[in-house]
């Protein structure tokens, strides 16, 4: 009990949180780090240790699923960062009162479970849907549907993830100080120089965020491949998904949940080990 | 300076953004559409529409069980992830102490994380504790992700709290309960609102965490994946709309709430 008086207020307040994500993020994780080491098929976290489920893995084509998802969300982040860029930028620097009404319009999609948007898109790509339909019945013209293809799962990929890039652009970008842009060009830079050298290193915490957060999301996408790709694509979250359920092969979804981990983890903790978030999310 | 370049590019921008909005919109578009049709399959454009489908799928028994379970999760959750997120933000942005660098860090994990690969963890750790899946777990699978974001959302709120109200209180003879009570969580209110706001909703919309956690029971997400995998039903078209719009409700609302509230108080002020 002294211990607990010792904690002060900060650490006080912080006690429940940290608790809590203790039983419910850090033990969960440490458990499926060691069902990676049981036999293959156990359920009981209490046989003896292998290394038989990685083994498995680095001899099958899991790595075929891993470049798959790293491709896709590799090219969503890129993708996300050019369609996002501009329309952060406006939201801070063009829209003036209207920014807090498309905020409001950017964030209510958020709210909507993915599976139900993307089913929108079904809905809009499929043969005699609404683009298809419309194109038919207007110029009498048949084209074959996207849906179902690789093309499809990006779509899908960047029509979840756009919210996530954008905020953390939008929050960057009005970190700029409009002396550092107006002092820049008081000294004869061209806009294109004002950009690169003043604009992107300012807003570099948002842009570091935003990146980080859509690839990590990216990467663990599941749903979009199987409503928009019709399997064209398993993703490493479906392989670790099928390992969980039909093939009721626990160990092997566990390992496989350890290499998403460990790329993931080693990301994110490099971006964010140093990153001043006080900063980030406290100035004025 | 160079304005009429300047006056393009802003229109360009306007022109961009619009045309995200549209593109973020088109599928609820779809959506709303097809909700109104009469047949049974979907073909566009529309040759009949009616309501037909609304009026079936609010008779359902099955569905007003779904509706009760997501909104009895999405209700615990708010509860408990403002209370936990309360004192989570003051330990973020309030107060200097030790360890505060590495507790904000930590908090960021589980939103840096995949939710799928989340949700499949916690299946496997709540087997290894050897607890039964229910509506239960899913409020504690849901809070992991949940509790970070609302601390976040709150811990915006407080950073511009001016600690020197708490202490003019003191000062003035208030207990510790009584600061708390018509001081700290007054000042702080608009932070705790949109933190319940978006633990709500975002507890509704979840899919990945539901899927492997509520076990036997089911939310209104897993009940819609179920379907549009299976084969189309108009029931998803409806089930979708309304989702949709209670979001779009309850987002507009609260903050036309937030906005009022503060304009009253400025207005008291001045």
């Known amino acids: ?284 | 300076m160079e304005t009429k370049a300047s006056h393009l590019r802003h229109a360009l921008i306007t022109v961009w953004t619009l045309a995200v909005v549209l593109f973020l919109y088109l599928p609820t578009i779809a959506i709303t559409l097809a909700s109104f049709t009469a047949s049974r399959y979907f073909q566009f454009p529309i040759a009949e529409f009616g309501l037909e489908w609304w009026r079936k799928t609010f008779n359902s028994i099955e569905i007003r069980q779904l509706l009760s379970t997501s909104v009895t999760i999405a209700l615990c959750v708010t509860v408990i992830a403002v209370s936990l997120a309360f004192f989570g933000a003051m330990a973020f942005a309030r107060y200097d102490w030790r360890g505060r660098s590495f507790y904000q860090k930590l908090i960021l994990l589980p939103i840096f994380f995949p939710q799928s690969v989340l949700g499949l963890a916690l299946l496997l750790w709540f087997n290894a504790l050897g607890l039964q899946l229910s509506w239960m777990t899913a409020v504690f699978a849901h809070l992991v992700w949940i509790v970070p974001v609302v601390t976040l959302v709150i811990s915006i709120q407080v950073y511009s709290f001016d600690p020197a109200l708490e202490e003019a209180a003191f000062d003035l003879g208030a207990t510790r309960w009584q600061v708390l009570t018509q001081v700290t969580l007054p000042v702080l209110f608009p932070g705790l609102f949109s933190g319940a706001l978006f633990a709500f909703l975002l507890s509704w919309g979840n899919f990945p965490l539901s899927l492997y956690t509520t076990g036997s029971d089911t939310t209104v997400p897993e009940y819609l994946y179920a379907k549009m995998v299976a084969g189309y039903t108009p029931g998803v078209p409806v089930l979708g709309t309304v989702s949709t719009i209670g979001a779009a409700i309850l987002l507009v609302g609260g903050y036309g709430l937030i906005l009022a509230s503060r304009r009253a108080r400025q207005s008291v002020s001045e």
């Open chain 1, 1 to 284: 009990m002294r211990r607990f008086a010792d904690l002060g207020p900060g650490g006080k307040s912080a006690l429940p949180v940290l608790l809590f994500l203790l039983a419910g993020f850090v033990a969960p994780l440490i458990a499926v780090v060691w069902f990676s080491f049981m036999p293959p098929r156990t359920f009981s976290l209490a046989a003896e240790p292998s290394l038989a489920n990685y083994a498995a893995i680095f001899e099958s084509t899991n790595y075929i699923s891993f470049l798959w998802s790293l491709g896709l969300a590799a090219l969503t982040v890129i993708l996300l960062a050019l369609i996002c860029y501009p329309v952060a930028y406006g939201l801070v620097r063009v829209f003036g009162r209207w920014a807090m009404l498309l905020m409001l319009l950017f964030t209510i999609p958020l709210f909507v479970s993915e599976n139900i948007r993307l089913y929108g898109w079904v809905l809009l790509l499929i043969k005699n849907g609404v683009v298809l339909g419309t194109l038919k019945s207007l110029f009498g013209a048949e084209y074959a549907s996207i849906l179902f293809t690789r093309s499809a799962i990006l779509l899908g990929m960047v029509y979840v993830y756009l919210p996530f890039m954008l905020f953390p652009l939008t929050l960057g970008i009005s970190m700029i100080p409009d002396e550092a842009r107006d002092a820049a060009f008081d000294l004869g830079a061209s806009r294109w120089q004002v950009f690169r050298e003043i604009e992107i290193p300012l807003s570099m915490p948002g842009v570091v965020i935003g990146f980080l957060l859509t690839f990590v999301l990216a990467v663990g996408a599941i749903t979009e491949a199987k409503v928009m790709g019709g399997q064209r694509i398993i993703p490493i979250a479906q392989d670790i998904e099928i390992a969980f359920t039909y093939s009721q092969n626990w160990p092997l979804g566990a390992a496989l949940s350890v290499l998403l981990m460990l790329v993931v983890g080693i990301l994110v903790l490099a971006a964010l080990w140093r990153f001043d978030l006080d900063r980030f999310l406290g100035r004025k």
